[in-house]
């Protein structure tokens, strides 16, 4: 079983970004898929989670109203679009299923 996150990077606040969590080893279709992310210096927090069949979202509050979760089950693959980013947005993002994490993708947000 493998999680494999990307699609991080530098953006400047305002900006967007998508990343996405490319699964093998299993079929996601049968899955929740969730988001989580670590600050510097700060534990890890949820941040979005999707239902197996895409019918089910929660957020954090922080993010909602700005970040998007989805998943493409044919292509095996969640994704997480973020809008009107903010510098208080900037931490390791990572993807969980199945009580496996991925490596994570750093995302800063910075001017």
């Known amino acids: 079983v493998q999680l494999v996150e990307s699609g991080g990077g530098l953006v400047q606040p305002g900006g967007s970004l998508r990343l996405s969590c490319a699964a093998s080893?299993?079929?996601?279709?049968?899955?929740?898929m969730r988001w989580y992310r670590q600050a510097l210096g700060k534990e890890r927090e949820f941040v979005a989670y999707i239902g197996s069949n895409g019918d089910y979202t929660k957020y954090a509050e922080s993010v909602k109203g700005r970040f998007t979760v989805s998943r493409d089950n044919a292509k095996n693959t969640a994704y997480l679009q973020m809008n009107s980013l903010k510098p208080e947005d900037t931490a390791v993002y990572y993807c969980?299923?199945?009580?496996?994490w991925g490596q994570g993708t750093q995302v800063t947000v910075s001017s």
């Open positions: 080893g299993f079929t996601i279709s049968s899955r929740v």
């Open positions: 969980n299923s199945l009580g496996y």
